[in-house]
């Protein structure tokens, strides 16, 4: 949902830009409950390997603060080309506010505050002359809940590149719109009735519907924030062969609850605690050897 | 060395998981002591020339068998429910290999029990029984401290079992050379002796397992293959 940001002026746009600071402040309350915990973690060491060569984003130091509270405490990570990566973490660890930070979908929310640097391609994405637009033209979202317009299935895949003016000609939208929807493997479903309208699709539908809208301009990068929790395992096996297929293309940032899924997509893991990056690692090592206590207590479900 | 947040297999939210775990945990020892004591009663009825004894052991293996496929099973369907990962994945996987050491240490014992049977009716050998009990002696201990190494996820012990072993290697040499020395001298003794030497040679084979057992338990605990690795490898491993 890369382009929907942008149009303030659209409905829909409106209710998903109140959706992130509700979250927020949920998000807020479990970091509170949580805090009483201790855990061995020392602030900005990550322990596996969080950088690699060549990365697509470069993030250091960064902290979000929601008002007083910070909800990412010092963390410093490299996200790789066509990699894919996964975020784990219990509730409230910050994986969703820091996956929001990659193309500034935070900055509706007015308590947010940022600090560090997020670097993509090398360039400062909070410097104060960057286009949010564009930016979030080249990193596409796609949501836990699927959210098409409730418009035609054509013309929610030919809403970003019409905004965007991707393409001069009908005849070029066609093509957009029918390789954005081969891509998210919906064009054979959907090609019949390609003017009927998106809401009337199975939920697995939808949210392949909008993959191919987040593809149809062209990111470099797509971020999802669960996208398949309301998909049933059918419909989350297409999701996830459609994952490993686009990041032959795409960089691919997932945030997860599904540690299977994690394992099954991601070439990366990394793992969030109370706002700490605790462990980022290959993720056959993280399911196998993990190096932190807290990872491994997590992903074999002995938390508390 | 023994790590930090060990907390045994116990503590999942799932008490469910928890209870699977260490019914796994439980009849795998179960398992390896009864393989223990059937080693144990086989070469006392080979040395006490108790034909009666012997026979028992070879009836007893059919329980070893049907506890490996309980296991296996129990292993499968942990892994089908509740996708185990990390430590709890190494300890179900370490488990489905070692219950197939310990199905061959029982067939060892079963053979052991047939040169026993063997010589029961033919007479006592000559030559052998100090050697048959000193070695027997060893790789029992080395296998209940491969089983105490699993229970107590102790990989210095474990490292100590693959250490034995070379040892063990040496004094069945050392046993068949003097077996053959035998054999040499006098023909008579040849049927007998060979009896004696398969015995050997099944205890030798017992010390393999108990280090292959001794293998996994440093895979379960520091998640590192030694398999076919030099023994100083090992060692860093357990070191770390």
């Known amino acids: 949902m890369s382009m929907n940001m942008n149009m303030s002026m659209n409905e829909t746009i409106v209710s998903e830009a109140t959706q992130p600071q509700e979250k927020a402040m949920t998000e807020k309350v479990v970091v509170e409950e ?41 963390v410093s990570l490299d996200i790789g080309r066509n990699e894919v990566i996964s975020f784990i973490g219990p509730s409230g660890c910050g994986k969703s ?46 949501f836990q809940k699927p959210n098409p317009f409730p418009k035609s299935i054509y013309d929610n895949v030919a809403y970003g590149p019409r905004i965007h003016g991707l393409a001069n000609r009908k005849s070029d939208l066609d093509d957009i719109v029918e390789e954005s929807l081969r891509k998210a493997g919906l064009w054979n479903e959907a090609k019949d009735r390609l003017h ?12 392949r519907l ?40 795409y960089t691919i940032i997932i945030v997860t609850h599904s540690m299977q899924q994690a394992a099954r997509v991601s070439n990366r893991t990394a793992y ?25 207590s997590y992903i074999t479900g002995r938390f508390g | 060395m023994k790590k930090e947040n060990e907390g045994g297999y116990g503590d999942h939210i799932s008490h469910e998981f928890n209870e699977d775990l ?61 996708q185990p990962a990390a430590r709890d994945l190494r300890l179900v996987i370490a488990v489905i290999k070692m219950v197939a050491d310990l199905e061959r240490v029982g067939d060892e014992a079963k053979k052991i029990a047939k040169s026993a049977m063997a010589l029961s009716e033919e007479g006592h050998a000559p030559h ?11 790789v029992l201990e080395m296998l209940h401290d491969a089983l105490d190494a699993f229970a107590r996820l102790d990989t210095e012990k474990a490292l100590r079992v693959m250490k034995e072993d070379k040892v063990v290697d040496e004094e069945y040499k050392t046993a ?24 050997l040679r099944a205890l030798e084979r017992v010390g393999d397992h108990a280090c292959n057992l001794s293998e996994h338990v440093i895979f379960m605990v520091e998640g590192e293959d030694i398999r076919h690795t030099p023994m100083e490898i090992a060692e860093k491993v357990v070191e770390r």
């Open chain 1, 34 to 74: 949580t805090n009483a915990q201790s855990a061995p973690i020392e602030e900005g060491k990550t322990v596996g390997k969080p950088f690699v060569e060549n990365a697509k984003y470069k993030l250091r130091n960064v902290e979000v603060f929601y008002g007083q509270d910070r909800a990412i405490k010092d």
């Open chain 1, 97 to 142: 506010t820091f996956l929001r930070c990659l193309n500034r979908m935070n900055d509706s929310i007015d308590i947010c505050r940022i600090k560090g640097q997020i670097m993509l391609d090398d360039e400062d994405i909070y410097h104060s002359k960057k286009d949010v637009v564009e930016l979030r033209a080249r990193v596409g979202m796609v």
């Open chain 1, 196 to 207: 009927s309208v998106a809401t009337g699709m199975s939920g697995g539908q939808q949210q």
């Open chain 1, 210 to 249: 909008c993959i191919a809208r987040a593809i149809a301009v062209s990111p470099e990068v797509v971020l999802m924030d669960e996208p398949c929790s309301a998909l049933d395992p059918i419909a989350t096996a297409r999701v996830e062969e459609l994952i490993s297929e686009l990041s032959e293309s």
């Open chain 1, 272 to 296: 969030f605690h109370l706002g700490h990056l605790v462990e980022v690692n290959e993720t056959n090592k993280v399911f196998t050897t993990p190096e932190h206590g807290l990872t491994e």
């Open chain 2, 22 to 82: 260490a019914a796994l945990n439980a009849d795998f020892l179960k398992m390896g002591y009864m393989v223990g004591e059937q080693l144990t009663n086989a070469v006392t009825a080979l040395i006490d020339g108790d034909g009666f004894k012997a026979d028992e052991v070879r009836a007893k293996d059919k329980i070893v068998d049907k506890l490996e496929l309980e296991i296996d099973d129990e292993a499968v369907r942990i892994i089908a429910r509740r």
């Open chain 2, 128 to 138: 052998g029984y100090v050697e048959v009990r000193h070695i027997a002696t060893h």
């Open chain 2, 176 to 199: 068949t050379r003097s077996l053959l020395t035998f054999m040499m001298e006098d023909t008579r003794n040849i049927s007998r002796c060979m009896s004696v030497m398969w015995v």
